[in-house]
């Protein structure tokens, strides 16, 4: 995965209208597309933003959030912990892992219809800290597609460990706007850099692998070529160290 964009959080909007904003500035759709997050941004405001750029939402849900089965008002945690048994729920695998999944389809607070999906692992059905809920505003996929679609939310997941893991992303201490713009496009540059710059495209951390053991190869090279040619210590160390 690519990073495609990064932008700087401004403290004086909230992070419903900077989403609302960021919708606003997407072209407007003929197809269909998803706008894949978090349960931060699964509220009405955002999803209607959204869905008027041609996005419907596919997203996490807080288990507290509120639903309507038959009518009736209760919580996803309650309804699935007092209105749900194993014959109730469907076995959908996704990316090798085994779910049992409750499908409601119906309103929400504020949302007039949506699928809500209740998943527990296999070995851990029924248990109330297990229990994942998410959302799609697209009745119209089958519930396995709805999970797998959600999985590929995970890549970003997956670069900002890189980033921050490697990249020292969460360690800089750099103030102005410039600066840390300037910093994050050196840190674009590097991810990139280490998933092409082998001459063949593969995964960040085997191409990090393989480029600090070619600099390691070549630091080693160039003191021994020194060494040969009878290059001081103290020139050595000022080349590499000092």
Request: glycine fraction near 4%.
């Amino acid at each position: 995965m690519f990073n495609y964009d990064v932008h700087l959080y401004d403290k004086s909007k909230s992070k419903i209208d900077y989403m609302i904003e960021l919708a606003r500035k997407l072209p407007q759709l003929s197809t269909k597309a998803y706008m894949l997050c978090d349960s931060w941004f699964t509220c009405p405001k955002i999803i209607d933003a959204f869905e008027s750029r041609g996005y419907h939402c596919i997203g996490a849900l807080k288990t507290n959030r509120i639903i309507y089965p038959c009518g009736i008002k209760t919580s996803i945690e309650n309804f699935a912990q007092n209105h749900i048994d194993i014959n109730d729920v469907d076995l959908v695998t996704v990316n090798g892992k085994d779910y049992y999944v409750y499908r409601y389809e119906g309103s929400l607070n504020d949302i007039a219809n949506a699928v809500v999906l209740m998943s527990w692992p296999v070995d851990a059905f029924k248990n109330p800290k297990a229990l994942k809920a998410f959302i799609c505003t697209d009745s119209s996929l089958d519930t396995q597609t709805i999970l797998e679609y959600y999985c590929n939310r995970w890549c970003i997941e997956v670069f900002f460990k890189q980033e921050k893991n490697s990249l020292g992303f969460d360690k800089y201490q750099i103030h102005k706007e410039k600066g840390i713009k300037r910093f994050w496009l050196l840190l674009s540059m590097a991810h990139l850099f280490f998933t092409i710059g082998t001459g063949t495209l593969t995964t960040f951390s085997n191409g990090r692998a393989i480029i600090h053991k070619s600099v390691q190869e070549d630091t080693l090279r160039f003191i021994y070529n020194s060494a040969q040619k009878g290059v001081d210590f103290s020139v050595l160390y000022d080349e590499l160290i000092a």
